[in-house]
Antibody, heavy 123, light 107 residues
Framework: EVQLVESGGGLIQPGGSLRLSCAAS????????MNWVRQAPGKGLEWVSV???????YYADSVKGRFSISRDNSKNTLYLQMNSLRDEDTAVYYC?????????????????WGQGTTVTVSS | DIQMTQSPPSLSASVGDRVTITCRAG??????LNWYQQKPGQAPKLLIY???TLQSGVPSRFSGSGSGTDFTLTINSLQPEDFATYYC?????????FGQGTKVEIK
């Protein structure tokens, strides 16, 4: 079964660090685009970061220089290292696989999502 | 970054109604437009991709249309399980961007 399971969330003080994990099963993280998407309480979806199958990475401006995305191919796990956390980073963090849809472009879709892990930044 | 603007932010409808949600991109994105459904406490679920292609397993009462900058998600004969929040998302470029969501509530 294709599945993503996040872990690592919790309560952290402003300025602190946290590492989120996203364990994949049924496919390899190394062979796919893998994203982190977050959702602040009562708010919409905000894309955070992507790591491509070729290992290139991109970040939203709001987290650039503070967050780092990586993967461990031997563990088939995606990570998000979050440093210098701020109140506004409080959110549910989802990992999501992004694949080509088969439509010419190619048009990519986030077809598999984890259940999310909650990060609360508060003193 | 490409801004995605959805309307309305919320709507109330009854079971059996036809519902239309619009999404406008800040620049042309051809048909690089996806729709997701999110229910409370759950992860988003892919509904429609490439503006009009239904994801496998999604009921045929859902449909999408549009190209360029203007897109529409239509739900024909709204069912109780359709009450949720719907997001559009462009996959034309990175960073991926989402609309702010449209909450479909029971009237």
């Amino acid at each position: 079964e294709v599945q993503l399971v996040e872990s690592g969330g919790g309560l952290i003080q402003p300025g602190g660090s946290l590492r989120l994990s996203c364990a994949a099963s049924g496919f390899t993280v190394s062979g796919n685009y893998m994203n982190w998407v977050r959702q602040a309480p009562g708010k919409g979806l905000e894309w955070v970061s992507v790591i491509y199958s070729g290992s290139g990475t991109y970040y939203a401006d709001s987290v650039k220089g503070r967050f780092s995305i990586s993967r461990d191919n031997s563990k088939n796990t995606l990570y998000l290292q979050m440093n210098s956390l701020r109140d506004e980073d409080t959110a549910v963090y989802y990992c999501a696989r992004e694949i080509p849809s088969g439509i010419v472009g190619p048009i990519y879709v986030m077809d598999v999502w984890g259940q999310g892990t909650t990060v609360t930044v508060s003193s | 970054d490409i801004q995605m603007t959805q309307s309305p932010p919320s709507l109330s409808a009854s079971v059996g109604d036809r519902v239309t949600i619009t999404c406008r991109a800040g620049q042309s994105i051809s048909n690089f437009l996806n729709w997701y459904q999110q229910k409370p406490g759950q992860a988003p679920k892919l509904l429609i991709y490439a503006a009009s292609t239904l994801q496998s397993g999604v009921p045929s009462r859902f449909s999408g249309s549009g190209s360029g900058t203007d897109f529409t998600l239509t739900i024909n004969s709204l069912q109780p399980e359709d009450f949720a929040t719907y997001y559009c998302q462009q996959s034309y470029t990175t960073p991926r961007t989402f609309g702010q969501g449209t909450k479909v509530e029971i009237k």
